[in-house]
């Protein structure tokens, strides 16, 4: 065997120092060095390492090197960096000049473990998802049909192939089967219907957007604006009164938190049809054509902290790590706890996204605050039953306190009087009232 060749297959294995290559290889150090001279052009280098570690992409994934664009504001495509597969299930990340270097993740030297944070979070996720993965697998044999089967290579594949509209402003590699947009098709609402029953029949959604809640995306010609708009069945029955519901909640909560100057979505509701349509406009779009990053705080934390839960404190470790505002660790504060104090049973890490600017995250504006305390469980229906946690118990910091509790007043007044909510619903805010409950803790 050449010594080159006994070098490629040392480096395929994963990042290595020269003197172990000599070790495994039993070649002197003279020879080392012209081998790796002589792969220079497609050597990986770990920055920073001392001493210096080298290796080659994994030969047994094809293609085993992507590249990494983003699409700006202005719809222009740029270059950010490279991503290698590297044996072991490992991938190492190069940046060109004046990228963020938190796409580097939290080593700061570019090896992940596994996916990096922010490929992870583009793939297919909740409902559209599951509607992408069954349809994929019903062309595509490649593709299992349950989400829960996709490992790190079925990721790879679906990024590459058909990340043209997924959420932030990543494209991965250069193998899209459906190109980039380059023209707009807008939708009015009185579309919202048909496309329903396109999801219904299995059409394949243009976007992989998390939860569980029934959803689909398009460009609404009236807000001339990239929209995600939840929905409810057209079915006059308990389960989708109940969605109704939670849709009301969600509208009064981003009202009030944007009249408070809290960052929160743009929404409408929408009454048509049988349907409630709650459309929240795209804050990672812009226009027709300019996008914005975009990044769950369960990837973030994933990646830079792994508490796992309560989004306050891991922003508050994000902040001690000048990874995130002041500013914005106190928005989070207000976000998590108003969340309590409306029943948001499911504040996970997934319903806070945030943006990168330079070298920290930037909160985006906050999505999906409703009160999931009163949601179906399986599309199964028990009584409304809930209770709302001591504002004491919290321990909201004083500089919010009274800005978050009266805020959450004035959310449960709001849907007390709004006419769209069910009987049921009406008859335990009357019973309970959390209006009465929050005013006495003031």
């Known amino acids: 065997m050449k010594s080159i060749d006994s070098v490629i297959r040392v480096l395929e294995n994963g990042f290595i120092t020269q003197k172990e290559i000599q070790k495994i290889t039993q070649l002197s150090q003279a020879t080392v060095s012209r081998c790796l001279k ?3 052009q497609s050597l990986l280098v770990l920055p920073d390492s001392s001493p210096r570690k080298y290796a080659l992409p994994d030969p047994g994934i094809s293609p085993n090197h992507y590249d990494l664009d983003e699409i700006d504001e202005h719809g222009k ?45 583009m793939r ?66 009185e579309s919202y ?25 398009a460009f609404n010609k009236e807000m001339n604006a990239d929209v995600i708009v939840k929905y409810t069945s057209n079915e006059n029955d308990a389960v989708t009164r109940r969605w109704k519901d939670i849709l009301v909640t969600e509208f009064h909560a981003l009202k009030i938190l944007a009249d408070i100057k809290t960052p929160a ?36 934390d994933m990646e830079y902290i ?21 500013t914005d660790r106190n928005y989070v504060s207000i976000l998590w706890h108003f969340s309590q104090l409306i029943a948001n049973t499911d504040a996970h890490l997934g319903n806070i996204s ?16 409703c009160t999931m305390a009163i949601a179906p469980k399986l599309n199964s229906l028990d009584s409304i039953a809930f209770t709302l946690p001591s504002v004491d118990i919290l321990n909201i910091g ?28 009406q008859v335990y805010l009357n019973k309970y009232n959390p209006v009465k409950i929050l005013k006495a803790q003031l």
């Not at 999801?199 to 569980?212: H, L, M, N, Y």
């Not at 009454?271 to 990837?299: A, C, P, V």
């Open 124 to 189: 297919p996720q909740g409902f559209l998802g599951q509607q992408v993965a069954k349809q994929l697998s019903a062309v595509n044999k490649y593709y299992p049909s349950k989400l829960s089967l996709w490992n790190s290579n079925h990721i790879l594949k679906y990024l590459s192939e058909y990340g043209d509209e997924l959420p932030g402003n990543l494209i991965f590699g250069d193998g899209l089967v459906t190109p980039i947009r380059e023209i707009v098709s807008p939708i009015n609402t």
């Open 306 to 326: 792994g508490f796992g839960e309560n989004w306050y404190q891991i922003a508050n470790e994000l902040f001690k790590l000048n990874l995130l505002s002041e």
């Open 193 to 217: 219907d048909f496309i329903c029953r396109q999801i219904k029949e299995g059409t394949v959604p243009k976007s992989s957007a998390g939860g569980e809640q029934q959803k689909f995306t």
């Open 38 to 40: 002589k792969l220079s």
């Open 265 to 300: 979505a743009e929404v409408r509701l929408l009454d048509q049809n049988s349907r409630f349509y709650l459309e929240t406009k795209r804050f990672d779009r812009l226009g027709l054509f300019g996008r914005r990053s975009m990044f769950s705080l369960l990837s973030i």
């Open 398 to 425: 004083e500089d919010f306190k009274e800005t978050i509790v009266k805020a959450a007043i004035e959310f449960w007044q709001k849907v007390g009087d709004d006419a769209r909510i069910s009987n049921e619903f």
């Open 77 to 121: 495509q740029s270059v950010l960096g490279s991503v290698y597969a590297i044996t072991g299930g490992e991938f190492f990340v190069t940046l060109t000049q004046g990228t963020s270097k938190l796409f580097l993740g939290q080593s700061k030297d570019g090896l992940y473990d596994g996916l990096p944070f922010f490929l992870d979070d």
């Open 354 to 369: 945030f943006g990168i600017k330079d070298e920290s995250f930037t909160l985006l504006p906050i999505y999906d605050m």
